[in-house]
């Protein structure tokens, strides 16, 4: 079966440190692959998708990066954290051959604080 | 371009009754699918239910249904017999079957309270 690990579960950074959240999965291979933020109380905003190893696509300008560096891991990087940065960063895949009936399954999510 | 709108911004009801949940969608694209998903306080996404635009029926999973109205362009989701395990943030979200990569839009989603 398929599971899909992120780390850290719980980050707190000062405002202009660096980040770097790490999102795994294992049990298939050649997923796509999204991460979302979500503010307090509020909806998922995609941030970035790929579908292949190095292949990564922006949704919104901001301080963030993403890359794939293995067909199963995704890491979402920042060299200066702002405050508007915080939130509950969610991992999520869906079979790569991205039927529009396949739902999406989403790691245990890290919650970031900026402080 | 997708959207989904889901209008409650939270929602209470009563141990053991049924509650329905709305969401209504907008997209261009002839094919679709649309997904609830719930969300507990731990913050984890689970996946309730799929309904495709070309089913003919509505989906049911358990105690959830989704009332599917194309013409409406509505996907309520109806929870039968409501537990207090229910309680939860639930989003409602949709993907155009000319989405690239298999892009999800979500809504901002309902926060359902179920009293004992």
């Known amino acids: 079966s398929q599971t899909i690990h992120q780390w850290p579960a719980t980050l707190v950074q000062p405002v202009g440190s660096p980040l770097s959240l790490e999102c795994t999965v294992e049990?298939?291979?050649?997923?796509?692959l999204y991460w979302y933020r979500q503010a307090a109380g509020r909806g998922l905003q995609l941030l970035f998708y790929s579908v292949g190893i190095g292949q990564i696509s922006s949704e919104v300008p901001q301080n963030l990066s993403a890359s794939r560096p293995q067909d199963r891991q995704f890491i979402l990087s920042s060299k200066k954290l702002l405050l508007s940065d915080s939130g509950f960063y969610l991992c999520?895949?869906?079979?790569?051959?991205?039927?529009?009936?396949?739902?999406?399954?989403f790691g245990p999510g890290t919650r970031l604080t900026v402080l | 371009a997708q959207k989904i709108t889901q209008t409650q911004p939270g929602m209470f009801v009563q141990e053991k009754e049924a509650v329905t949940l709305d969401c209504t969608y907008d997209?261009?694209?002839?094919?679709?699918?649309l997904f609830w998903y719930k969300q507990p306080s731990s913050g984890e996404m689970i996946f309730l239910i799929y309904q495709g635009s070309y089913d003919q029926q509505n989906a049911t999973e358990g105690r959830y249904s989704l009332n599917f109205q194309k013409a409406r362009k509505s996907a309520n989701l109806v929870i039968s017999a409501s537990q207090l395990g229910d309680s939860a943030m639930y989003f409602c979200?949709?993907?155009?079957?000319?989405?690239?990569?298999?892009?999800?839009?979500f809504g901002d989603g309902t926060t359902l309270t179920v009293k004992p």
């Open positions: 997209t261009s694209d002839p094919s679709y699918g």
């Open positions: 979200a949709m993907r155009g079957f000319n989405t690239n990569a298999g892009k999800s839009t």
């Open positions: 049990g298939t291979s050649n997923p796509n």
């Open positions: 999520a895949w869906n079979s790569g051959s991205a039927n529009f009936y396949n739902e999406q399954f």
